[in-house]
């Protein structure tokens, strides 16, 4: 089977990156001089136009990934591309002729890596309409975060969508359950990050970090053990909220990268497990009318922790004011 290229969108996460940040992010075995290589020769393209290593991506861009760079996906049977049509569907909680909006499950990777045996990406072509053009990924959620994911059906809608998230014309509020509760119980976090090896921290000294700004809200407490906090990420970068709470010394519960190892004196079996983190309400304009606001219910895991808990499944934040 021959190796076709792939195009892929910057993030709401990778706003001001570098290209060859971004490369090294996503294709952490090519080298710079490959790289440099590469764009010499025009096989990598930003929105379709030659670039350089230092040229800075914005929310929405194109970057053209050449074919041997990409792992070709096996191609499915049609038994199992029909499998995999049948799982996605169940995941939709909106869709038109425009857009498609999921409730992405945590554990499912949203675009592939090493070590990944599937990804969201991929499986969309399972949903391909009858010309054969595969829906879009606009904008990207972690592997282990669930919730509310907007996925494109034309190329008109992902370049309206991509504009929205790019001009910060949305509002996303998550959901989450921090070990310990924080202090205030509302407030506004301002605090810049950089990249540090696969992390991300708070470093407001170093001229590489970048703004990072979240609005956050306690919406429930059990005593002082866990806080059932709402989260308006302002600025999107990498981890954010991650990095927030942990700033707050209330890391997120399951989080294994940013600090929660404390848990709860709960029967085992009562809590549920993997990161404790969901995309809950994405409001939007729609590509072409209105306004898109849809609402994730939690996954079963988080489900499970917020009845031990005797959180309300159907509470609401309001921002309102902010």
């Excluded at 992010?25 to 929105?47: E, I, M, S, Y």
């Excluded at 038994?79 to 869709?95: A, C, G, P, V, Y």
């Excluded at 972690?142 to 998230?165: C, M, Y």
């Excluded at 989260?231 to 990268?257: A, E, K, N, S």
Aim: hydrophobic share 35%.
């Amino acid at each position: 089977m021959t190796t076709k290229l792939q195009t892929r969108i910057v993030g709401d996460d990778e706003a001001d990156i570098r290209l060859d940040r971004w490369f090294r992010r996503h294709f952490p075995a090519l080298t710079h001089g490959q790289l440099q290589k590469l764009l010499r020769t025009g096989q990598v393209r930003v929105n379709g136009k030659r670039a350089e290593a230092s040229d800075r991506l914005s929310i929405g861009q194109t970057v053209r990934v050449p074919p041997q760079l990409v792992t070709p996906p096996k191609e499915p049977s049609q038994k199992h591309s029909t499998q995999i049509s049948d799982r996605l569907k169940k995941l939709i909680l909106f869709e038109d002729e425009d857009v498609i909006v999921m409730n992405k499950p945590a554990g499912l990777a949203v675009q592939g890596g090493s070590g990944l045996k599937e990804n969201l990406d991929d499986m969309l072509a399972s949903l391909a309409n009858k010309k054969g053009v595969k829906p879009k990924l606009v904008h990207r959620l972690d592997r282990d975060t669930s919730g509310v994911l907007l996925i494109a059906r034309t190329n008109f809608a992902a370049v309206k969508l991509s504009e929205s998230f790019r001009n910060r014309d949305t509002r996303k509020i998550y959901w989450g359950l921090t070990v310990g509760v924080p202090v205030p119980p509302r407030g506004r976090i301002d605090a810049p990050l950089v990249r540090q090896g696969e992390t991300m921290i708070v470093d407001d000294k170093d001229e590489e970090a970048k703004s990072a700004v979240t609005l956050y809200q306690i919406v429930e407490t059990a005593k002082k053990l866990a806080g059932f906090v709402a989260l308006w990420p302002i600025t999107g970068r990498t981890h954010q909220l991650r990095v927030h709470m942990q700033y707050l010394g209330t890391p997120f519960f399951g989080d294994r990268l940013y600090g929660s190892e404390s848990s709860f004196s709960a029967p085992e079996g009562e809590l549920g497990k993997g990161l404790h983190l969901h995309a809950r309400r994405l409001i939007i304009p729609h590509p072409r009318r209105g306004t898109l606001d849809i609402v994730a219910p939690l996954g079963p895991d988080m489900r499970k922790t917020w009845k031990w808990f005797g959180f309300d499944e159907n509470a609401d934040a309001d921002f309102t004011d902010a």
